[in-house]
Every structure is written in C-alpha cells, then in structure tokens.
C-alpha cells in the first residue's frame, strides 16, 4: 500500500519549523538535518544558503514521514502560502486529537474549533505559526 508523505517548503525557517513539529509529535529526524552544505557543487551558495535546510522528515505514527526544505532566494525560488491544501490528522483517540490539536495550533489561527460534528467525528481546523493549515479528525467509533 503507498503512503502519502507532505512536503513543506519555507523561506529559511524550515529547522524551526521542525523542531516545533518534534516538539508535538515526538520522535527524531530520520537521517538529521541535512544542509545545503552537505551537498556537492555548492561551492556557488552563500554562507547563509549553505546553513539552511535542504531535507528534514519527521515520521509521524506508522509509516508517515512530514518532510520540509528551505528554498533559496539566490536561486530565483519563492513560496506562496496558500489556501489550497491542509494536512489532515486522523489520531487513534478522543485524548490524542485534543493533544496534537492543542500543541499544533499554539500561536495560530484556530479556524474550526476542536468539537464534536454531525458526521459523527471530534473535528477542528486552524492554521499554524507558520501558515501551515491542519485538520485533526477523530472518527468516534
């Protein structure tokens, strides 16, 4: 069966990101940090690109991995956050979807609060500190 694995992209914040999202979820960086100076011909990146990330992942419960980059303004890349996508959290428990809810919209926008719904699952929505959005559904069972 394939997994589904997002990729993030930030403006030189990715590591703090990261770290955020570990502080949430648990767990460690599969492979560390990797940097822009561990890559080969880097020779034409500044000091500053060479110390931003160029691959992080988190793995996130069973056989999920959340992956992050910095892009580079020095190579013409920008990002725009958009409205276009969340990611979607299905905890195991009632307990675990107010955890992950709580410790991820801390400093955020709460769009959806945590409540039960019509569709019979413990639901909110909200858009992190650093403009990700995320859902967390609990289906009741």
């Known amino acids: 069966m394939a997994t ?17 999202y570990k502080s949430v979820f648990g767990g460690e960086f599969v492979g560390g940090i990797r940097r822009y100076e561990d890559m080969p011909d880097n020779d034409a990146l500044s000091k500053e690109d060479k110390k931003k ?11 999920n991995v959340l992956m992050g980059t910095d892009i580079l303004k020095s ?13 979607s959290i299905s905890p195991e428990s009632r307990e675990e979807a107010t955890q992950l809810f709580n410790g991820l919209s801390s400093g955020g926008t709460i769009t959806s609060p945590l409540e039960d719904t019509f569709w019979g699952a413990y639901f909110g929505a909200f858009t992190d500190k650093f403009g990700v959005q995320w859902m967390v559904n609990y ?3």
């Open 4 to 20: 589904i694995n997002t990729y993030l992209s930030f403006m030189g914040n990715t590591e703090e990101a990261f770290n955020f």
């Open 53 to 63: 990330v160029m691959h992080v992942g988190l793995p996130i419960g069973s056989g």
């Open 75 to 87: 190579r013409g890349q920008s990002i725009t956050f958009g409205n276009n996508f969340y990611i």
């Open 139 to 141: 289906l009741k069972q």
